[in-house]
């Protein structure tokens, strides 16, 4: 499946990948990118934190508030 990235930088993901997952609005997901351009998107369960997944998301509010 292919996507675009849109002006402000958000992928759509597609309907059938969205219901497989049981992705719904408001859901976080990790993200990760192993250096050859994979890119990786995980759902994070309800009081479930990724080893790191704090620190990104820190980073990631830090730059989009400025």
Same mark, same amino acid.
């Given at each position: 499946?292919?996507?675009? =990235? #849109?002006?402000? !930088?958000?992928v759509?993901?597609? +309907?059938?990948?969205?219901?497989?997952?049981?992705?719904?609005? $408001?859901?976080?997901?990790? =993200? #990760?990118?192993? !250096?050859?351009?994979?890119?990786? +998107?995980?759902?994070?369960?309800?009081g479930?934190?990724l080893? $790191?997944a704090?620190?990104?998301n820190?980073?990631?509010?830090?730059?989009?508030?400025?």
């Amino acid at each position: 499946m292919i996507t675009n =990235i #849109d002006a402000n !930088g958000r992928v759509q993901l597609p +309907l059938a990948i969205r219901y497989g997952l049981d992705l719904c609005t $408001g859901d976080r997901i990790a =993200i #990760d990118h192993l !250096g050859d351009g994979t890119i990786i +998107l995980k759902k994070i369960d309800d009081g479930v934190t990724l080893k $790191g997944a704090d620190r990104s998301n820190a980073r990631a509010e830090k730059a989009s508030s400025s």
